[in-house]
T-cell receptor, first 115, second 116 residues
């Protein structure tokens, strides 16, 4: 049971390049999330998904797109990377919508540097 | 969205108890109080959560004020491995796209330093 895994661990991009971050979970969770964390700040929600085939915007969705074609995978795409997207990206998943206080399980993070 | 207020940093000595405070004066009646922590260069990990009553688990205890406007995370015996940023979080119900989901809104947390 690997939990939540993220690929890649680290990436350097030039401004304008595109890339996709992959998140995978093996816990059969319905809900998945993408966050970003900038230095000295807490995590901010980018996009989330409440089930296979669904996506929704979080607090800071601009410049990102997501897809949830399979229940176990949640992809985060940057179509045209900008230096402001330099950050650490965390993926998370959870069983339910946290109504009962259910917890989120986080991946190890992807460090992205945009030059 | 309900907000939380935590001290920026705290220090503790190894093997002593640590009390991490959190104020959440605008908490709504159905909000759970979650605590997560983030060790250096890692993703956040769940610590504990509660609604009204005090809660205990193998990692920590959570003491919730009677009016629910504040709570305290208690580490009974701090170790060096407990050095981390601790986040006190309230849920935020978000009704979008035909469904409801509860987001965790992270603040900046409390950086706990543990001295040997």
């Amino acid at each position: 049971n690997a939990g939540v895994t993220q690929t890649p661990k680290f990436r350097v991009l030039k401004t304008g390049q595109s890339m996709t971050l992959l998140c995978a979970q093996d816990m059969n969770h319905e809900y998945m999330y993408w966050y970003r964390q900038d230095p000295g700040m807490g995590l901010r929600l980018i996009h989330y998904s409440v089930g296979e085939g669904t996506t929704a915007k979080g607090e800071v969705p601009d410049g990102y797109n997501v897809s949830r074609l399979k229940k176990q995978n949640f992809l985060l795409g940057l179509e045209s990377a900008a230096p402001s997207q330099t950050s650490v990206y965390f993926c998370a998943s959870s069983y339910s919508d946290l109504t009962s206080g259910e917890t989120q399980y986080f991946g190890p993070g992807t460090r992205l540097l945009v030059l | 969205d309900a907000k939380t207020t935590q001290p920026n940093s705290m220090e503790s000595n190894e093997e002593e108890p640590v009390h991490l405070p959190c104020n959440h004066s605008t908490i709504s009646g159905t909000d759970y109080i979650h605590w997560y922590r983030q060790l250096p260069s890692q993703g956040p990990e769940y610590v504990i959560h509660g609604l009204t009553s005090n809660v205990n688990n193998r990692m920590a205890s959570l003491a919730i004020a009677e009016d629910r406007k504040s709570s305290t995370l208690i580490l009974h015996r701090a170790t060096l491995r407990d050095a981390a940023v601790y986040y006190c979080i309230l849920r935020a119900v978000n009704m979008n796209y035909g469904g409801a989901t509860n987001k965790l809104i992270f603040g900046t947390g409390t950086l706990l330093a543990v001295q040997p």
